[in-house]
């Protein structure tokens, strides 16, 4: 009877962690993005902004990216082309707010309301993750350290398709979760499929999110693989292509280096005086990764250590006692590391080439893997949990085997005694 009580009272703190882990997270994203002026020059907003405002102003649903200009917020060319080089699926679905806006002659600042309703909406599944994997209050102050130190809710708030990936991606991470659970879980197959789709708007963030969901697949717990799950992800990854193969025939490349792209970059070369810079070779770029990825959250040292250790603490799920006893968490975060690993060698080719050709040195942001946040989010939980050792109540919800596990050990037939001799 203490102990349903004591599980109960748990289980309540832990939902009110999940409640104050969205409301943290909402109010640093306000209070970032409130004194930055729209278009914010850090987040691309012009950029986001400008091709919108060229769908609005074309009677083309696919625009041309080599041949769409930059506005200012009259309305008005700016006379430079625009940079980004995204398909329109998420550019399609904020024109009704720009045009609502425009014929209002209202601030178009106000279409920061959208991505931050999507950004909201990712908090949520983020939550929604976390009680489903039974992260604890612990597992949630994690969390949000983490996602804070990584600025995560603040790029939540401007105007771009990171939201629409970022709440594709907790959604991918929440199906998943409950589909490894059950195979029968058509709802969990369901959100994993939508997830995919939200993360479409971004390649990247398809690559990413699309790889673990295979993997997740692959690597649940059982004899045989869920092929019906393979076959619904297979049917949507040809779909979701669709778009990229578009921009690959028309471009030669599935992330266009349009006009405005190149401009861009050689711009902020010459700005930041990277064209001064000796190059060097790929085994040096590489060395100088890690680096790389840390500048954009700090200059520090402390920066990089503690962004190399958050990415250090997926070993724990590969550990085999760690498998045995939390097995869905550890096929999340063992299927999110492989997917990551895969997408970032991607990355990695694709900004060294860039860097060889301009001198560039600004591709490799922390905020492109941010659809699988709640993943991460899980593998820090796991290794706090196992750095403090068991120290905790092995009723706590962090402590404590997910119930597969402990319906297998259950169910496991007897060891054979065999008589000692000695």
Not at 76 to 89: E, K, Q, S, V
Request: glycine share 8%; hydrophobic share 55%; with cysteine.
């Amino acid at each position: 009877m203490a102990a349903e009580v004591g599980e109960k009272r748990g289980r309540r703190l832990e939902r009110a962690a999940a409640a104050m882990f969205v409301a943290a997270l909402t109010a640093l994203m306000l209070v970032s993005i409130a004194d930055k002026p729209f278009p914010f020059r850090g987040a691309d907003e012009q950029g986001h902004f400008s091709y919108v405002a060229h769908l609005s102003r074309s009677d083309r649903l696919w625009p041309d990216l080599g041949a769409m200009p930059l506005y200012d917020l009259d309305g008005a060319p700016t006379g430079r082309a625009n940079f980004i080089n995204h398909p329109p699926l998420f550019y399609w679905t904020a024109l009704p707010l720009h045009d609502a806006l425009a014929a209002r002659h209202a601030d178009f600042g106000w279409l920061r309301v959208y991505p931050a309703a999507l950004a909201v909406a990712a908090f949520a599944a983020i939550a929604a993750f976390g009680l489903r994997m039974r992260i604890g209050v612990a597992g949630f102050a994690v969390l949000f350290a983490g996602a804070a130190f990584l600025d995560f809710p603040a790029l939540a708030g401007a105007f771009s398709n990171d939201q629409m990936a970022m709440l594709g991606g907790a959604l991918a991470c929440l199906g998943a979760a409950r589909r490894v659970s059950s195979r029968a879980d058509r709802a969990g197959l369901a959100l994993l499929l939508v997830g995919l789709a939200l993360c479409s708007v971004k390649l990247t963030a398809l690559m990413l999110a699309g790889g673990f969901a295979v993997l997740c697949l692959l690597l649940a717990p059982g004899r045989k693989p869920d092929l019906t799950g393979l076959a619904a992800l297979a049917a949507a990854g040809l779909a979701l292509a669709v778009p990229y193969l578009i921009l690959w025939r028309s471009y030669g490349s599935p992330a266009p280096s349009t006009a405005g792209q190149t401009q861009m970059l050689k711009d902020y070369i010459a700005e930041f005086g990277w064209d001064r810079l000796p190059r060097v070779s790929l085994s040096a770029y590489l060395a100088d990764a890690p680096s790389l990825f840390a500048v954009q959250l700090g200059r520090s040292f402390v920066h990089l250590a503690l962004l190399m250790a958050m990415c250090a603490t997926a070993i724990v799920a590969f550990l085999p006692r760690e498998r045995e006893a939390r097995p869905v968490a550890s096929t999340l975060v063992r299927a999110a590391t492989l997917a990551t690993v895969a997408t970032l060698s991607v990355h990695l080719a694709f900004a060294y080439q860039r860097y060889a050709e301009y001198g560039w040195l600004g591709d490799l942001y922390p905020r492109y893997y941010f659809p699988l946040l709640a993943v991460y989010g899980l593998s820090w939980t796991l290794a706090a949990r196992r750095s403090a050792g068991r120290l905790a109540p092995a009723a706590t919800p962090m402590a404590a085997p997910e119930p597969d596990a402990i319906n297998r050990l259950a169910t496991r037939p007897p060891e054979k005694r065999t008589r000692s001799w000695s």
